[in-house]
């Protein structure tokens, strides 16, 4: 399984960003599928998850309602749209792939994508 993460970039508080992630491999190699971040001095942390066969989603307590993440399983891609961005969502965003339960642990992931950068200033 390849990840590849696009749609990072420079935003002002309030503003708003569409990640993508690109997966090849069939959904069965990856079932679950999510995003992480990681802000500079910070360990990398779960943002939102998504249950690849019925759309289930998971969010941490810091994006909910704010962050929606989506997927296209004929396309193969899976999107995290972010709204109302604030100086704290600041981090490298990861995109991440499971080939077994649970998409919210790090140290649990079996799939990395390359980091992008979202910086949202005050």
């Known amino acids: 399984v390849q990840l590849q993460a696009c749609g990072g970039g420079l935003v002002q508080a309030g503003g708003f960003l569409r990640l993508s992630c690109a997966a090849s491999?069939?959904?069965?190699?990856?079932?679950?599928m999510g995003w992480f971040r990681q802000a500079p001095g910070k360990e990398r942390e779960f943002v939102a998850g998504i249950r690849l066969i019925d759309g289930t989603t998971y969010y941490s307590d810091s994006v909910k309602g704010r962050f929606t993440i989506s997927r296209d399983n004929a396309k193969n891609t899976v999107d995290l749209q972010m709204n109302s961005l604030k100086p704290e969502d600041t981090a490298v965003y990861y995109c991440?792939?499971?080939?077994?339960?649970?998409?919210?642990?790090?140290?649990?992931?079996?799939?990395w994508g390359q980091g992008t950068l979202v910086t949202v200033s005050s």
């Open positions: 991440a792939a499971n080939s077994g339960a649970g998409i919210t642990t790090a140290s649990t992931v079996d799939y």
């Open positions: 491999g069939g959904t069965f190699s990856r079932p679950r």
